[in-house]
């Protein structure tokens, strides 16, 4: 049996253009993966075929058919290959669904590394399947800082200072992505769009403070869809020691900035005594667990 991490992605800043004819906004990012405290996890064994069985506390929150994105991921793969053995694969979910933080890509990109070394392939294979699985697959298959660029192609490796000490919050309201990318076309948005050059930073306080004049242009298309996501908001930024506040991707999943992980764990702590019915994960951000 082999196992591999599927972490959370968070977009620590997100800039969206206006859509092409094909209908996909070209996106500007700064993406880091979540510590082992917010992921799922995929396995895999050798078998004869392809088979899928998901377990873990948000396992009802999916099918196990064809149209799961961890199966499709292990077709892709097969055919691209040329492979004609099977595996028996399983996921192990804790992640949120549809959340904003690329839990389904993530667990796709997982499934693809595992297969890879199950099957003994060349890692090409893998990263030529992963931009036609979804916009946040590449990313989340190269499973360290970077810039996602383009419709999510395009990784751009990012050096950064240290890990982020972080809480990341989920309300469990439902944010489709669809019409949160609706509401900002809508809206006009994308017209002044341009990729951002990314500063060197010593210290993650000069990261922390450059990101404070950084964005999520979808943050505003879903509070307007789900005026209860401003009240979120407004909730991580009292917290006791709460630094920056953003929500990640098209939503609802929040993160909030602390000086230490000790500060995170604490609030997060107190946040889920109030708010028991809220996903809540104290982690550090930028520190993949692959």
């Excluded at 499934?111 to 294979?125: E, G, I, K, Q």
């Excluded at 399947?129 to 697959?137: K, N, S």
């Excluded at 000490?165 to 809508?186: E, K, M, R």
């Amino acid at each position: 049996m082999l196992t591999e991490p599927a972490p959370a992605k968070v977009n620590l800043f997100l800039h969206v253009a206006r859509a092409k004819a094909n209908g996909r906004h070209p996106l500007d990012s700064l993406v880091v993966f979540a510590g082992a405290d917010a992921a799922d996890q995929v396995s895999a064994r050798p078998a004869n075929t392809l088979s899928l069985t998901i377990t873990g506390p948000a396992a009802s929150t999916l099918g196990v058919g064809g149209d799961n994105l961890v199966l499709q991921a292990a077709r892709a793969l097969q055919q691209a290959a040329g492979v004609t053995s099977g595996a028996a694969l399983t996921l192990e979910k804790h992640l949120p669904v549809a959340a904003g933080i690329g839990g389904g890509s993530a667990d796709a990109a997982a499934a693809l590394r595992v297969l890879t070394r199950l099957w003994n392939l060349d890692p090409l294979h893998a990263r030529a399947v992963a931009p036609a699985l979804g916009g946040d697959v590449p990313v989340a298959l190269h499973g360290g800082s970077a810039l996602m660029r383009g419709e999510g192609e395009r990784v751009v490796p990012a050096a950064l200072p240290g890990a982020l000490p972080a809480l990341l919050v989920n309300p469990g309201l439902p944010c489709p992505t669809g019409p949160v990318f609706a509401a900002f076309d809508d809206a006009g948005g994308g017209e002044h769009f341009a990729e951002t050059a990314l500063p060197t930073f010593d210290t993650v306080n000069q990261l922390s403070a450059w990101l404070s004049g950084q964005r999520n242009d979808l943050e505003a298309p879903a509070c307007s869809l789900l005026p209860a996501l401003a009240g979120v908001a407004a909730t991580l930024a009292a917290l006791p020691a709460a630094g920056l506040a953003r929500m990640s991707g098209s939503g609802a999943t929040f993160w909030v900035l602390f000086p230490t992980l000790a500060a995170a764990r604490d609030a997060g702590h107190s946040l889920s005594q109030t708010h028991p019915d809220w996903w809540v994960r104290a982690t550090l951000l930028g520190e993949p667990v692959l």
